[in-house]
């Protein structure tokens, strides 16, 4: 009939508000949804109890699909006082659920029993006992009675026992510094309010247990409803970490406007998030697995976070450590000046002087003659024969003996470069005029000095060096930019999802400021950039110094001493400052997708002290900057390589193992032929000739024997630190990789130093402080260090194990400390590596050794 009077009124101009066909449509849909409601009603006819319930009696009734129970509860609410309120159902149905509906004034909070959570690879988990806080919305009058009502149905039609209680949560306000204890479990989770207190901007939340496992989730969430209070939701909105024993959070008022907050602890049906094993898997999809006991007892306490007056003393505490160090250079700087200025003086009026005096500043003894240097301990003189000790005598009774400084006329030094042969007598090698010009006659000689290998031209070699500056300069411009970007990005995401567990923070002492969650931990690598820029300012200072000499043709800056070549140290202060900036930048958000950015400079510094020390004494055949950063560059993907592949990975470390062991070898043969050495086909006949004739035909001993040494040594080092590798496969790849360079370096360093002893040097006393305040630094920092605040290494629950306190002014971690005194460790080496050979300034190039 309907559609007949549509179809009529077809030709009708009705202004309606909407066409005939679409009322129709609606008029249908409406009859269709009364009458499958009407048949519903009369099919089911069910039955609906209301009960009026009290607080803290259990109610054990029955339920089947013929009636459904109603419990109406009541309670007042106050504005200043917040009591939680608590449903408790246990219930032993095992194939038809239960299902409760509790209905609130602002909220409706529904479950069922059994309650069904799954786990990982949707593995499920039945509940037969469940407890539920209910939210508590803010309200407005000073006191106010609230109903909420409990439904209780099913779909069985056999009757279903349960039992329910609904209890009050007398502490369910957290108070500062009180620590409150509990239990939890999956289907039985805890939430708790805490309200800002006047003058407290910040807290910080701890929760802690004695048990390890099972795991749980501690969160932080706004007064809201609902509160999400399960493994599978508990994720859903706020601040969040996985735990084992420890968990902590630090929340700020700006982030909550109703200047409160709830935390929320639920147990988790697994343990795989916080490393625990796999459990087995089920056999049938549908297969429901037995959770076992999983209840846990912690307990939680609010305390107060530090204010901002702590952040001012810990920002001038960490600016006040570094300035001292200008302050202590400039005043040093002052002295030297001070001293040269004098010792100018005096030499430029040498009236007032003795003639004794006189003729020590000019050089020479009273015969006219000119002495030997004080500083050629067991040096070759001319004819072969030590020097004498009345020389020795007369040069230690100089006036500038105590500086280690020697002015020379023209006349005087280019006699004795006239003069003075090679540290090796003519009967060593064949008198050709060959020996001066043939770099492969002059290298393979047994004992060699620096003038031997400082060949080349001093332009040349200075923009050889310079090339390191600018390529490291170029580098860090390249690395850093993209590696800012990703922290911020990973920043970003932290505070937009709360999730916890993307950084490894030592979350005990993590102060915010801003946008960065861990800002102290930022704060402390301060000090690599201002040392880093401090030596900066040494080595130009330096290289300016010699410059002028070099104008004015100082004799001891163009004969003399160590060759001054200032390229490489621009390169190390220029690292030790990277350092910093991506130390920095990695503890934005510390983890192992990004912990290469703390340790990818860490290997150039290391290899720039290296090469730096091999530079010395070998000048013109040390590596190019080209070649260095691409050995680096190497060392920096297989850095990546192990942290991506390197856990358990045996054919990784195979590779490496190998590669490693002949790495060895190719530098050592390197070194030891001073690059006089051809690697092509016949590479392996010519060490089978060498072996035959040296080893087995007439077994001689090595041709230079010092460096053997130190080169047999290396190899012993480096082979065990393989051996150790492929046999434990540490899981923290790159600070295994670092610990080869770092032992490398130490035991270079310390041949250097027996060696320069062994051939007659001296340290100055400069030198000396710097290597013994150095070391002890090193060792207090390595202390600090293996502290192990957190680690990377493990899931986000177990690193939080390590967690501690702060240990310096409530602001820093030891972890800070580390970087206070690594800073500073490493300023001093590369002081160390600068002014180890000032005291050979004075000594012509032909009777320094090399070694």
């Excluded at 970007?485 to 999730?499: A, D």
């Amino acid at each position: 009939m309907m559609l007949w009077s549509c179809r009529k009124s077809r030709h009708k101009r009705s202004p309606g508000p909407a066409p005939c066909w679409i009322r129709t449509l609606l008029a249908a849909l409406l009859w269709l949804c009364v009458t499958q409601s009407g048949s519903g009603v009369v099919g089911e006819n069910k039955n609906v109890i209301q009960k009026d319930a009290e607080f803290d009696v259990t109610y054990n009734d029955t339920v089947t699909s013929e009636n459904q129970t109603i419990y109406a509860f009541n309670h007042t609410v106050s504005r200043n006082k917040t009591e939680g309120v608590r449903v408790s159902v246990l219930s032993q149905v095992s194939e038809n659920p239960i299902l409760f509906v509790v209905r609130q004034k602002q909220a409706v909070l529904s479950f069922q029993i059994p309650l069904i959570l799954r786990g990982l690879y949707q593995r499920k988990y039945p509940y037969n006992h469940v407890a539920r806080t209910l939210c508590q919305p803010p309200t407005r009058a000073a006191s106010e009675t609230q109903f909420f009502f409990v439904d209780v149905s099913t779909l069985s039609t056999q009757g279903t026992n349960y039992q329910l209680r609904v209890s009050r949560v007398e502490s369910f306000t957290l108070q500062t510094d009180k620590k409150f204890s509990f239990t939890a479990s999956p289907s039985q989770p805890q939430y708790f309010k805490y309200v800002f207190p006047d003058g407290v901007d910040t807290v910080i939340v701890k929760v802690n247990s004695d048990m390890i496992f099972p795991c749980s989730v501690m969160s932080i969430q706004d007064i809201q409803c609902p509160v999400y209070d399960l493994d599978n939701n508990v994720a859903f909105i706020g601040m969040y970490q996985t735990m084992t024993k420890k968990g902590a959070i630090t929340v700020q008022r700006k982030d909550f406007p109703s200047n409160s907050f709830y935390v929320v602890v639920v147990v988790k049906t697994e343990d795989e998030a916080c490393g625990g094993p796999l459990r087995f898997y089920p056999l049938r999809p549908d297969e429901l697995i037995d959770a076992g006991n999983r209840s846990k007892v912690l307990d939680v306490m609010v305390s107060p976070a530090i204010n901002s007056e702590v952040y001012v003393m810990g920002m001038l505490f960490c600016l006040g450590i570094f300035l001292s160090f200008y302050l202590l250079t400039f005043l040093m700087a002052c002295l030297e000046n001070k001293r040269m200025s004098k010792k100018r003086e005096v030499f430029q009026n040498p009236a007032d002087m003795s003639p004794a005096e006189t003729a020590s500043l000019l050089g020479k003894n009273g015969d006219g003659k000119t002495p030997a240097s004080p500083y050629d301990y067991g040096s070759f003189a001319d004819n072969g024969s030590t020097l004498s000790s009345e020389a020795i005598t007369d040069s230690a009774t100089s006036t500038d003996n105590n500086y280690g400084y020697m002015e020379r006329s023209l006349e005087s030094v280019g006699r004795t470069r006239q003069e003075s042969l090679s540290s090796v007598e003519e009967d060593d090698y064949d008198t050709l005029d060959d020996i001066n010009s043939d770099k492969n006659i002059v290298r393979t000689k047994k004992y060699l000095c620096v003038s031997d290998l400082a060949r080349k031209d001093k332009r040349i070699l200075s923009k050889k060096y310079q090339i390191y500056f600018w390529n490291i300069a170029t580098i860090a411009v390249f690395y850093a930019l993209p590696v800012i970007q990703l922290v911020i990005t990973y920043q970003t995401v932290v505070n937009v999802t709360g999730n916890q567990d993307i950084c490894y923070y030592n979350f005990l002492c993590a102060h915010p400021l801003g946008a960065l969650s861990s800002f102290n931990n930022i704060l402390s690598n301060v000090g690599y950039v201002m040392l880093g820029l401090l030596f900066l300012l040494i080595v130009l200072k330096r290289d300016i110094v010699h410059n002028r000499a070099v104008v004015r043709s100082d004799l001891n800056a163009l004969e003399c001493g160590i060759p001054k070549h200032f390229g490489l140290f621009y390169a190390m202060g220029t690292a030790l400052m990277m350092e910093g900036l991506l130390s920095a930048c990695y503890h934005v958000c510390p983890n192992y997708t990004n912990f290469q950015f703390d340790t990818s400079f860490m290997y150039m510094i290391a290899g720039l002290c290296m090469l730096k020390l091999y530079q010395k004494r070998h000048p013109d055949i040390n590596a190019s900057a080209y070649t260095a950063y691409a050995c680096l560059a190497v060392v920096i993907f297989f850095s990546v390589l192990g942290v991506v592949f390197g856990r358990g990975n045996t054919a990784f470390w195979v590779v490496f193992s190998v590669i490693h062991i002949l790495a060895t070898l190719l530098l050592s043969t390197q070194l030891y032929y001073m690059g006089r050495w051809r690697l092509d086909s016949g590479i392996l006949r010519r060490m089978v000739y060498i072996i035959y004739t040296d080893c087995i035909r007439q077994c001689s001993g090595p041709m230079y024997v010092d460096r053997m040494v130190l080169l047999v040594m290396g190899n012993i080092v480096n082979w065990s630190l393989a051996a150790y590798g492929l046999i434990e496969r540490p899981n923290d790849f790159a600070s295994y990789l670092l610990a080869i360079a770092i032992c490398n370096l130490l035991l270079y360093f310390a041949f250097y130093i027996i060696m320069k002893l062994r051939s007659g040097e001296r340290i100055q006393c400069l030198a000396l402080v710097c290597i013994l305040f150095t070391a002890v630094v090193w060792g207090f920092a390595l202390y600090f260090f293996f502290q192990g605040l957190s680690t990377w290494q493990k899931t986000p629950a177990e690193s939080r194990e390590h967690n501690r306190d702060c240990i310096l002014l409530s602001f820093f971690d030891d972890h800070d400390i580390w970087h206070f005194l690594s800073s500073i460790a490493m300023f001093g080496s590369f002081l160390v590596l600068l002014t180890m050979d000032d005291d050979l300034d004075t000594i012509q190039r032909d009777k320094i050794y090399v070694f």
